[in-house]
């Protein structure tokens, strides 16, 4: 797909761009705990900037369900955007104003405060559209919304014959994984990880007729090694998809391509840093144990078949790496894959969190910071923030 981006606009001066931005971060004691979601749209506002606009950055926070929460505002967000900017930003504390104040840059307060937001309320966005002169949408991790700001707003900028476009990073993301779905270098290799299977089985059956390889580990694997036969003790199990579990990755192995579920776990008897841990087959875990991360014989299984990928995308980690114990699993498929010679996707809150605590964020070609929408993206879903901005004469 061909999006409209921001090389279809000329110079903004004077011009007011409404930007639709994914700044739902962590907050610490009235901070900013992660700004790493700021930072990834600062491309596309030093861009605009310098074209010469005056934004209305617009953000939601949290689930504040359409009423004004204060521990959701956005006024840690706006003074972390003004340090990485080096510039003052004016953060309001309403969503829509009866006036916008004449500065270079404006954050509307979260934007789910409205009631109208989450509903995609046309009258809403109508309010919304009275500070666009042109739209822009960096946010992808809010693309599969069809909320006001995502979906209702552009299609009525578009109406009025006023320019909508995609930001840097949403082109950005679109590009890379729409890459990897039509045209990846090979051998592609997927790995898979997190707590539910049912998280991610839509995902299994998108790219199996696509990968090479599958890897799984984190809790979901349990699933698959319990409809494979496998005795998996009080690991987590989701018994209500064993049927589906199954199907799915025999019909990945009937197109030839390899599914390595973990050879060895690294058990114990509780999600505890304190509690005692084996390393037991994968497949043959007592009663009373769980696993936690995959063992050591799992990480040079999945390490020799990262080594001979060309192209790699990674979403979920292998274990509860939050705990020191359980942690050697993701930090080993992390360092495999910054050493492998491929193309490199890493993708999910968690996957990220490990790759950034190694410190090798940079050696990785793209981190996407979609979380639920690149699980749809990889799905094949429609999503209502891509669609209103694909460009119809391509």
């Known amino acids: 797909m061909t999006l409209r981006t921001l090389d279809s606009l000329g110079d903004l001066t004077g011009m007011r761009v409404f930007l639709r931005v994914d700044m739902n971060v962590p907050l610490h004691d009235g901070n900013v705990a992660d700004d790493s979601r700021i930072r990834a749209s600062m491309p596309t506002i030093e861009e605009l900037l310098e074209r010469g ?17 204060d521990e959701l505002r956005l006024a840690p967000v706006g003074r972390a955007l003004a340090v990485l900017l080096g510039r003052s930003v004016t953060t309001l504390d309403v969503v829509t104003p009866e006036k916008l104040p004449d500065d270079d840059i404006v954050l509307l307060e979260n934007l789910r405060f409205a009631p109208g937001e989450e509903a995609n309320d046309i009258a809403f966005a109508g309010a919304l559209g009275e500070y666009a002169d042109v739209y822009v949408d960096d946010a992808f991790g809010a693309a599969h919304r069809a909320h006001a700001s995502v979906s209702a707003l552009p299609e009525l900028v578009l109406a009025t014959g006023r320019p909508a476009v995609a930001g840097r990073l949403l ?15 090979r051998p592609f290799v997927a790995i898979l990880g997190g707590a539910k299977i049912s998280d991610k089985l839509a995902v299994i059956e998108s790219l199996a007729p696509r990968v090479d390889a599958l890897l799984i580990g984190g809790a979901m694997a349990f699933t698959l090694l319990a409809a494979d036969g496998g005795h998996v003790g009080a690991s987590m ?19 030839g391509v390899r599914v390595q579920l973990p050879l060895d776990v690294v058990a114990a008897p509780a999600i505890d840093a304190g509690a ?8 043959a875990i007592p009663d009373g144990q769980m696993g936690l991360d995959i063992g050591p014989e799992t990480v040079a299984a999945f390490t020799e078949v990262i080594a001979g990928a060309r192209s790699i995308l ?4 292998m274990g509860v790496f939050e705990l020191e114990p359980f942690s050697a699993g993701t930090r ?63």
């Open 276 to 283: 005692p841990t084996q390393v037991l087959p994968a497949d």
């Open 53 to 69: 606009a005056t934004l209305v950055v617009a953000s939601h926070l949290g689930r504040p369900k359409g009423e004004v929460r």
């Open 314 to 317: 990674w979403n979920g980690p």
């Open 237 to 255: 199990v989701e018994p209500d998809r064993l049927h589906d579990v199954h199907d799915a990755v025999a019909a990945a192995r009937a197109r």
């Open 171 to 185: 082109a950005r993301e679109v590009e890379v994984l729409g890459g990897l779905l039509a045209e990846p270098a």
């Open 332 to 394: 080993g498929v992390a360092r495999a894959c910054a050493e492998a010679d491929a193309f490199t996707v890493v993708g999910g809150g968690d996957s990220l969190a490990a790759v950034a605590k190694e410190g090798l964020a940079d050696r990785f070609d793209h981190l996407s910071t979609g979380g639920g929408a690149s699980l749809e993206f990889l799905e094949g879903r429609t999503l209502p923030g891509i669609t209103i901005l694909e460009d119809p004469t391509t």
